[in-house]
């Protein structure tokens, strides 16, 4: 099976339709996925309410195209859905509200310690009562194994049909890391 584009929008809408809670995407279109995983809920869910939980407001401007600053705790519109945005910093978890329908968390890579982790899903699972929650990776260059308590959902969203000499760079590049 080829991990392109169509097949992990499939999967996403897949798992949407689910009663799983939580899904895992990795793969090696590093700074795509989560753009595939944004797009691809607010074209099939418009009128959605959507946690953004990123690392920093500067991802957070990227992953909305947005050419100003951006707040956490203000609602923005897109595509027909309202988004909420905050950070890994748990200072920012009580200025977004509660109740949403998604919520998708990139990158992973602040979440290296275990305790942040923990912390983030119990906000997530329980307190922001968000029905489906996305783990976006940015790049796979730690264990991620921890995500197989939450999730039994994985999708893989490879670059090798668009660009092949891309994706086994980055294959070879994460030989380094013995994952």
Known sequence: MNNNNEQAIEKILSFIETDEKIALMTGTNMFKKHELAFKTITENFAGSRILLRTSTLNYAKVFMKATGALKTGVP??????????????????????NDFDFAIV???????????????????????????????????????????????????????????????????????YNL
């Open 76 to 97: 923005y519109n897109l595509n027909g859905s309202t988004i909420y945005i905050d950070t890994v910093n748990k200072r920012t978890w009580d200025k977004t509200p």
């Open 106 to 176: 990139y990158p992973l890579m602040p979440l290296t310690k275990q305790t942040l982790r923990e912390e983030l899903m119990k906000d997530l699972t329980y307190f922001k009562n968000v029905k489906k929650i996305m783990l976006v990776s940015s790049q796979d260059t730690f264990d991620m194994s921890w995500a197989d308590q939450y999730t039994k959902t994985k999708i893989v969203y490879d670059v090798l049909e668009e660009d092949s000499e891309y994706h086994f760079r980055v294959l070879e590049d994460l030989k380094k």
